[in-house]
């Protein structure tokens, strides 16, 4: 038995969490989570609002609020929205705490070495004698001419604008000239540690090799020492500085902090989860792979702290052969799906399905939607289940009979293993496809059996194939837990992942229900009018 800690990404405070996030990051970490415990290990799901940034606080003064009570709204939302689609934490806490500012600034502390001040040039107000940042600046896109851009990049051309190049810079809040002046800023040495990382990634860290050969090209362009100091009122205090850290400094400490607070409430010790011993699982999508690459673990090598033992990264999702676009309003916001009252475990099966791991992207289809869930769930282990049950109380009152099982029951053991196999290499996708494959095996038994017209087949077929969902619920707890709960209740049978054992003679299973009703064209049509395709 192992102790596994396994991260999801931190979702920022500052906006509605959609199919891509989910698709990418929470939900894989959760059935990562669900197997392992299943498995027998004992593996904890952290999670945090990412609090911190310039965004947040250009949001905050936006709206007239303070940015404690501006995240505090979206931390709420967040987890709404995970429940709802049965994202289970252990613990869901946040960056902006005391607990949190208290472990970032220790681990400053212990990193301190390896920081060194340098002049950079800032936009300065003259007006509110304060530092502009980015999101605080605007002005004409030097590549488009477009006005009132920020100064960071044209949401026009959408090209990034080097530091100095945005023309006529002004004030977001007052409308005077910005100036240009030096600041004296902080900086990580992140080059001092290029050669550490580059072993630590090619022989020591498991990842998709796809993402680790896209790391591996800025390794060898040459890793660049990293500004981690910001000049703006919100985010953690550097001790004995003026700013406070840049917010990719303090938000993967954040997993840690989680950690903290989830030993302290459960009477446990961080350094007995946090170890060599343990396995480290950090989920994240590809654009965040830079920074979990390289800054997190060169920032663990620098303060002593152990390194992450896995790195699993899934690629975009666009939607309906689109990029997503929140501005346009073409994605699918969790909330949206919850309001359409969808199936929250349907699409948990249908995202799963569709994520390859690494850095592929991929595609959400309304049509295809419907078509995975009613092709490979519900005609398939649904009608499995259905018949199972129906012709065993039929036959037998619903009990099973003492003779020989099929060979196929073989068979589904041996593919429960190479679902094992896959789900510990995070290959969740493959994992869900061999469940699929071993409902479909029975099937095609009890088609090619007929037992309907066969009587003396009977007692072997219900036997071999009530043994076989057993199986299949188990593997199907990770991805869809309420349902395998459902299906074990009907099969009276416990979710004991080692039990390979066929259902004894004169065990008796509950009479079939409807678990697996099929997607309607009502549904995809009221997928679609989220997203305005109707």
């Given at each position: 038995m192992k102790k596994v800690v396994v991260t999801a990404a931190l979702p920022y405070a500052n906006g509605e969490l959609h199919m891509g996030h989910l698709r990418s990051t929470y939900l894989p970490a959760d059935i990562y989570t669900r197997f392992r415990n299943l498995v027998g290990d004992m593996a904890v799901y952290l999670c945090a609002t990412d609090e911190?940034?310039?965004?947040?606080?250009?949001?905050?003064?936006?709206?007239?609020?303070?940015?404690?009570?501006?995240?505090?709204?979206?931390?709420v939302r967040h987890l709404e929205d995970f429940q709802s689609v049965g994202i289970h934490f252990n613990r869901f806490f946040q960056t902006h705490s005391p607990e949190h500012i208290q472990l970032t600034q220790r681990m400053f502390e212990k990193l301190r070495q390896h920081t060194y001040k340098q002049k950079v040039p800032i936009f300065w107000c003259p007006a509110e004698q304060t530092t502009l940042p980015d999101r605080f600046v605007v002005g004409t896109c030097p590549f488009c001419e477009a006005p009132d851009q920020y100064g960071d990049q044209c949401e026009k051309c959408g090209k990034v604008i080097p530091f100095g190049e945005l023309k006529e810079a002004r004030c977001k809040r007052c409308g005077t000239?910005?100036?240009?002046?030096?600041?004296?800023?902080?900086?990580?040495?992140?080059?001092?540690?290029?050669?550490?990382?580059?072993?630590?990634?090619?022989?020591?860290?498991?990842?998709p090799e796809d993402a680790k050969n896209f790391v591996m090209g800025w390794v060898r362009d040459g890793i660049k020492d990293w500004d981690i100091e910001r000049r703006i009122p919100w985010g953690v205090p550097i001790p004995g500085h003026e700013g406070v850290f840049y917010v990719w400094f303090d938000a993967p400490i954040g997993y840690m902090t989680t950690l903290f607070k989830w030993c302290g409430e459960n009477h446990q010790k961080f350094e007995d989860w946090w170890n060599p011993q343990s396995e480290i699982v950090h989920f994240i999508g590809k654009d965040i792979a830079y920074h979990h690459f390289l800054f997190w673990p060169a920032m663990l090598m620098a303060s002593g702290f152990t390194l992450p033992t896995q790195i699993p990264v899934r690629g975009y999702l666009n939607l309906e052969g689109k990029k997503l676009s929140k501005s346009r309003n073409w994605?699918?916001?969790?909330?949206?799906?919850?309001?359409?009252?969808?199936d929250p475990e349907y699409l948990r099966f249908y995202l799963t399905w569709i994520t390859p791991s690494g850095l592929k992207d991929t595609d959400f289809s309304a049509v295809e939607y419907a078509q995975v869930v009613n092709s490979e769930l519900v005609n398939n282990i649904g009608n499995l289940l259905q018949r199972t049950l129906k012709f065993s109380h039929q036959i037998s009152g619903g009990k099973i009979d003492d003779v020989p099982l099929s060979d196929v029951f073989t068979k589904v053991v041996e593919l429960k293993q190479k679902y094992h196999a896959e789900m510990l290499k995070c290959e969740l996708s493959e994992g869900l496809r061999l469940v699929s494959e071993a409902g479909k095996l029975v099937n095609a038994y009890f088609q090619e059996k007929e037992p309907w017209k066969n009587r003396e087949v009977a007692p072997e077929v219900i036997r071999t194939s009530a043994s076989?969902?057993?199986?299949?619920?188990?593997?199907?707890?990770?991805?869809?837990?309420?349902?395998?709960?459902?299906?074990?209740?009907?099969?009276?049978?416990?979710?004991?992942?080692?039990?390979?054992?066929?259902?004894?003679?004169g065990h008796k299973m509950a009479e079939a229900e409807i678990l697996f009703p099929h997607v309607e064209d009502r549904d995809v049509k009221a997928i679609k009018s989220i997203y305005g395709a109707v």
């Open positions: 911190h940034g310039t965004p947040i606080l250009f949001r905050a003064e936006e709206q007239g609020v303070r940015p404690e009570e501006y995240v505090k709204q979206w931390r000239p910005a100036e240009v002046r030096d600041s004296e800023d902080l900086f990580f040495r992140l080059s001092a540690f290029a050669s550490r990382l580059e072993t630590f990634i090619r022989e020591q860290l498991h990842a994605c699918i916001s969790i909330q949206a799906w919850s309001e359409q009252k969808q076989c969902l057993k199986l299949i619920t188990h593997m199907l707890v990770p991805f869809l837990p309420k349902r395998a709960e459902k299906m074990a209740t009907l099969l009276n049978c416990q979710l004991k992942w080692k039990d390979d054992d066929a259902l004894p003679a």
